[in-house]
């Protein structure tokens, strides 16, 4: 029996070891970025730093020519935001 191939539906990115390591942008970042807009399919970058916020890792993301949008991207900070504010 053959499985039927799986339909992505969207795409969550890590972005520290996939699009950068460190101060350096990794190699093809831009142009897979490029691609996935091409392509129209939907994804989030997702990140588990606590030592950025959100603006500063917007910012690290603009310096290394990767356009993101704000609600692109989801980090721990703004996980732990909304956590609080909904527990009140």
Do not use: C, H, W
């Not at 997702?46 to 950025?52: A, E, K, L, V």
Request: hydrophobic share 40%; net charge negative; aromatic share 8%.
């Amino acid at each position: 029996m053959m499985s039927q191939p799986i339909k992505i539906q969207g795409l969550l990115l890590d972005l520290d070891g996939v699009f950068y390591v460190g101060g350096q942008r990794i190699d093809g970042a831009v142009e897979t970025l490029a691609e996935l807009r091409r392509r129209g399919l939907p994804f989030r970058f997702i990140t588990n730093t606590s030592t950025r916020t959100p603006a500063e890792l917007m910012q690290k993301l603009a310096d290394f020519d990767l356009e993101v949008n704000q609600e692109e991207l989801f980090t721990a900070v703004d996980a732990t935001i909304r956590y609080l504010r909904e527990a009140r």
